[in-house]
């Protein structure tokens, strides 16, 4: 069993940054690929970004959906048990609930879709003003 706590949404003024952090439970944490996703009010869930399931420092190969290409970045730090998505330049089209979530399928990929996911957070609210 895996828990997954998100941290880090808040309220920013468009063009602003924010860090979410999504801090896993277990020993073998770094061998599960995670993936950030988001769901705006009226709509469905969608995939933000991933990373692979990594053993280096820094912890695997990342995928981005293009709407977030280019400003947001995942990282993750193995002594902490915690995945970081960062956002720059945000604008109000981000505004969501953002969710971190955990996958079991073996190897190295980066997984977009949520039914590939097992393990999920119960969100964090980021709020982008314009």
């Known amino acids: 069993q895996v828990q997954l706590v998100e941290s880090g949404g808040g309220l920013v003024q468009a063009g602003g940054s924010l860090r979410l952090s999504c801090a896993g439970s277990?020993?073998?944490?770094?061998?599960?690929?995670m993936g950030w996703f988001r769901q705006a009010p009226g709509k469905e869930r969608a995939f933000v970004g991933g990373i692979s399931a990594g053993f280096s420092e820094r912890g695997g190969r990342t995928v981005f959906s293009n709407s977030v290409q280019g400003r947001f970045t995942i990282s993750r730090d193995m002594d902490k048990n915690t995945v970081y998505l960062q956002m720059n330049n945000l604008n109000p089209e981000d505004t969501a609930v953002y969710y971190c979530?955990?996958?079991?399928?073996?190897?190295?990929?980066?997984?977009?879709?949520?039914?590939?996911?097992?393990?999920w957070g119960q969100g964090t609210q980021v709020t982008v003003s314009s």
């Open positions: 277990g020993r073998t944490f770094g061998t599960y690929a």
């Open positions: 979530a955990a996958s079991l399928a073996p190897g190295t990929a980066v997984y977009t879709a949520d039914s590939q996911y097992t393990y």
